[in-house]
């Protein structure tokens, strides 16, 4: 993590749901963390021992008001690359922690009326969303699907809220259709915040578009498909330092303007968590990250350039 990093010590490790534990984490000294805002997110530098560190990507799902501690919440995925699996097996009470700064690509904003959707460990970046809509006095409802209640996290803290909470468990034959939630929505002029399975928000937004509803999703896998076969080079002029660098095919912006002397921040450097976000200030980017939503890129004010390319010949960057 080449971004600002914490040094925090885990204060608690929780058993939420079947493959679900969740994890607090505290200045070492007692010392207040640095804000955060409902949606936002922390990496974690994952030290294996043997093994390269992974940075991995998790929503803070406490209290943003309690600047004492920040709580995740950590899905074990046996098939993944290993990163939730170590956290899973290792991470203990009193264990040193590094990890980012909060930061949200999410964008949660007040309204009168929201929808909440969230699939499985995609109910994490929600549950402070949904407690400021309660403080807020908002018209709001969750719809939160899962294999079952046992593995689902946070379903007792959840059956507080009553009818507002709609749960859709596999187990028990009831399903989730996303595009009903969403054309419900936005009949009922309602903004749609979701996190979850990839599948799920595909749906979400073919759903979103159609409609025109406002739906914003969080995601944390970069599925985007690109054919690297047509991929070209091009140049990136560095507008505040002057340079110019040539990018081939199979290099990133990002690594060429490491290699130019340039220092910028990055994270994940696969395209999820917007950290070497970059202002365009001229040219056509190649989008190829997961956070952007379709119309951020179509403005192309921004681009990330861990990932992403050009379409033309040539682009300005504010770098």
């Known amino acids: 993590m080449t971004a600002e990093t914490l040094t925090l010590q885990v ?33 974690i530098l994952v030290d294996r021992q043997g093994a390269a560190p992974l940075i991995r990507q998790y929503s803070l799902c406490g209290d943003p008001n309690d600047t004492s501690g920040y709580r995740i919440a950590v899905l074990r995925e046996d098939g993944g690359s290993g990163g939730s699996r170590h956290l899973h097996d290792a991470i203990r009470q009193g264990q040193l922690v590094r990890t980012s700064v ?20 995609g109910i994490t970046p929600i549950l402070p969303m949904l407690r400021e809509a309660e403080q807020n006095g908002a018209d709001w409802e969750l719809h939160y699907a899962g294999r079952s209640r046992e593995s689902m996290a946070f379903v007792a803290a959840l059956d507080e809220f009553g009818d507002r909470v709609h749960r859709y468990e596999k187990a028990g034959g009831r399903r989730m259709d996303a595009g009903d939630l969403v054309r419900r929505a936005h009949a009922a002029g309602a903004r749609v915040y979701a996190c979850g399975p990839q599948r799920l928000l595909d749906d979400l937004e073919t759903a979103a578009e159609a409609s025109g509803c406002d739906v ?49 921040p990055s994270s994940c450097e696969g395209g999820t968590c917007g950290t070497c976000e970059t202002f365009v200030v001229q040219g056509e980017p190649d989008h190829r990250d ?19 390319r050009c379409l033309g010949k040539k682009l300005v960057l504010e770098i």
Request: some cysteine.
């Open 290 to 308: 997961a956070v952007l939503s379709a119309k951020e890129r179509a403005e192309n004010e921004v681009m990330m350039i861990c990932v992403s």
């Open 102 to 121: 909060p930061r949200d690509n999410f964008g949660f904003e007040r309204a009168d009326r929201l929808v909440f959707i969230a699939g499985g460990i």
């Open 11 to 43: 204060a608690e490790r929780t058993d939420e749901a079947e493959g679900v534990i969740s994890v607090s984490l505290v200045d070492p000294q007692g010392k207040p963390l640095p804000e955060w805002r409902p949606g936002a997110h922390i990496d």
């Open 216 to 264: 914003r999703v969080e995601r944390f896998v970069n599925d985007q498909e690109t054919n690297l076969a047509t991929d070209h080079p091009f140049d990136v002029e560095l507008e505040l330092t002057g340079r110019t660098i040539r990018v081939e095919p199979g290099e990133s912006i990002l690594g060429k303007v490491r290699e130019a002397g340039v220092p910028v």
